[in-house]
């Protein structure tokens, strides 16, 4: 009899320790499902792997080499990649992972997928930081985990994942209570700055508003650094990312520009208009207006957040929004209760879901933006979570009331429909998202440096910079080293050499061409090679190698060279007399 006391005692205090340490373990269950859905297959899903996340890993494997990018410039927190300035950090990232698995896509790939995976949990802290509610912050980590937007940025090397990553980092040091780890704030915040264009605009701005809600208590000395911090931002907005920025900027649209020139013309017509009323309805800031809400409201809309069409293609799931459609309800329930709660910490993370969105809004290419509103993440998935909440208290509460088992089928039933809705989303993404129009992915380039390392006489390839840049696709499978490739006598043509005029370079015995078909019909050397577009007509000396195809089959390079004098002759003989 005491011994089953016993058991009983040790059961209740093992259920009792369960359920204080509930919270840990359900943690710790978001970590590892995190862990599974960022690192399972990561060099496979995607298996196409895009110029850009190349070239920060060969840059990367450049600084730990030389000390140098790939354009030679030491140490930089700037690169110069493509010719287009890229925030350096996410670079010096790889370098880790270089060292202990050498260069190649998992290293390129693995700081978004760590940065990736913590992101969860930081956001579970910084919540139960600022709303003193574990189950709440509990499910926003539950719903960042299983957003489609942030595995798909998580399993590329994508700077924005990083940058968010480091800017939470920056929100939660500040939000401790002891002062020193205000500090570590500011160098995370700092780094934040030069990991992606977008966050150094807005991640000083979520700090600031921070502290302006009273979130967060520091002294007015802290806070004039982090108006500095702000600062810098927008100078490095101004400087660093000028160039990116001019060619996609609602200042320089052109076709705001065209519509303006349209309806001042069309005020001179049928219906005549005097010169001041024209020019007060048609002008450059009125049109900066327009396009700036056209932006917002595209890059903030539910078909965009729920539904899906985000941009860039290469990037996005098909038939898939950024989160999983079964929270759309509670999105809006979660945001019309903070809109009703009207307390500092609401506001706070109202404003910084109003606030988000603008440095995309601000430009006109590829709308709505996956990278580029990323910082639109945490308050969204905290407004799904108080949806959640809001709607199961109330269900509890004031449907079932007492019928456990009723409230449980609920719990139970709507549990089902949101993995039945993760594992489609998943679906789509390991097996659409590869295949589905395939051409805005590079996908053949390692599948043509294969075939061309086969060719044993080869004297001179010629390859069309159509499809990408497949400079940086030679150097990373063929292991060219940054010292090597520093030694060379050309780079990459910069975008005012192409703008002169200038139409190819060469690196080694390779010749990268911006015209699609960049043929020479004189060439009569068997041993030179043309990799061209896909749907350039073979010219009648030339004969066609080898096809190289997109994941769903259909060609994307097709690889020519002139035919021998043999193949000319049994070419000529088969042409039939007229």
């Not at 590829?366 to 709607?391: D, S």
């Not at 007492?402 to 390991?430: A, C, E, P």
Request: hydrophobic share 45%; with cysteine.
């Amino acid at each position: 009899m005491k011994k089953e006391k016993e058991i009983r005692l040790d059961m209740k205090l093992s259920f009792s320790a369960l359920k204080k340490n509930s919270h840990l373990i359900l943690l710790s269950l978001i970590f590892i499902l995190a862990l599974i859905s960022r690192f399972y297959k990561l060099t496979e899903i995607p298996k196409a792997v895009a110029a850009d996340e190349v070239a920060l890993v060969y840059n990367g494997w450049s600084l730990i080499t030389t000390g140098k990018d790939e354009w030679g410039k030491t140490l930089p927190l700037v690169l110069r990649s493509f010719d287009d300035n890229k925030a350096a950090i996410y670079s010096y990232l790889t370098i880790p992972g270089i060292l202990i698995f050498d260069v190649n896509v998992l290293t390129a790939r693995l700081p978004a997928a760590l940065f990736g995976s913590f992101l969860p949990i930081i956001l579970y802290f910084i919540f139960t930081k600022l709303s003193k509610n574990k189950t709440l912050s509990l499910l926003t980590a539950l719903v960042v985990v299983t957003s489609p937007w942030h595995i798909e940025i998580s399993r590329t090397a994508i700077e924005a994942g990083v940058a968010l990553t480091l800017a939470m980092m920056s929100l939660l040091a500040l939000l401790q209570k002891d002062k020193r780890w205000h500090w570590t704030s500011v160098i995370l915040l700092i780094l934040s700055l030069y990991t992606y264009h977008t966050a150094r605009l807005i991640a000083p701005i979520i700090l600031l508003a921070a502290v302006f809600f009273k979130q967060i208590k520091t002294t007015r000395k802290f806070n004039i650094i982090l108006i500095i911090i702000f600062i810098l931002g927008i100078f490095l907005s101004l400087t660093q990312s000028s160039d990116r920025f001019k060619q996609i900027s609602i200042f320089s649209d052109q076709g705001a520009k065209l519509l303006r020139e349209e309806a001042i013309r069309e005020d001179g017509g049928l219906v005549k208009t005097n010169l001041i009323e024209s020019r007060a309805f048609h002008n450059k800031p009125l049109s900066w207006v327009t396009s700036f809400t056209q932006s917002y409201v595209s890059n903030t809309s539910l078909s965009f957040l729920f539904l899906g069409g985000a941009q860039p293609p290469r990037v996005t799931i098909p038939e898939t929004g950024q989160f999983l459609i079964i929270f759309l309800p509670f999105f809006i329930i979660g945001l019309g209760a903070s809109a009703k709660n009207w307390k500092n910490f609401d506001k706070f993370v109202l404003l910084w879901l109003a606030l988000a969105p603008i440095p995309a809004s601000l430009t006109t290419a590829e709308l709505p933006h996956t990278y580029r509103t990323l910082f639109m993440l945490p308050p969204i998935a905290f407004f799904i979570a108080q949806g959640l909440t809001k709607t199961f208290k109330f269900i509890k509460t004031e449907v079932v009331k007492d019928k456990k088992v009723i409230f449980w089928f609920i719990n139970s039933g709507f549990l089902i429909l949101m993995l039945f809705n993760f594992l489609k989303t998943w679906h789509q993404y390991r097996v659409h998202q590869q295949v589905h129009q395939p051409w805005y992915r590079q996908y053949g380039y390692k599948d043509l440096v294969d075939f061309l390392n086969t060719i044993k006489n080869k004297e001179r390839i010629t390859i069309t910079n159509k499809e990408g840049e497949p400079y940086i696709f030679i150097l990373l499978y063929n292991k060219i080293t940054p010292k090597k490739f520093h030694a060379a006598n050309q780079k990459r043509l910069a975008h005012k050499a192409i703008e002169a005029g200038a139409d190819e370079w060469q690196l080694f015995n390779y010749t990268f061409s911006e015209a699609a078909c960049p043929y020479d019909v004189t060439d009569n050397n068997p041993n030179n090679y043309y990799v061209v577009h896909f749907n350039c007509e073979l010219p009648k000396n030339f004969v066609r190698v080898k096809s190289i195809n997109f994941m769903d089959g259909e060609p994307e390079f097709q690889v020519d060279r002139p035919m021998t004098e043999t193949e000319l002759i049994e070419a000529t003989n088969a042409i039939p007399a007229s």
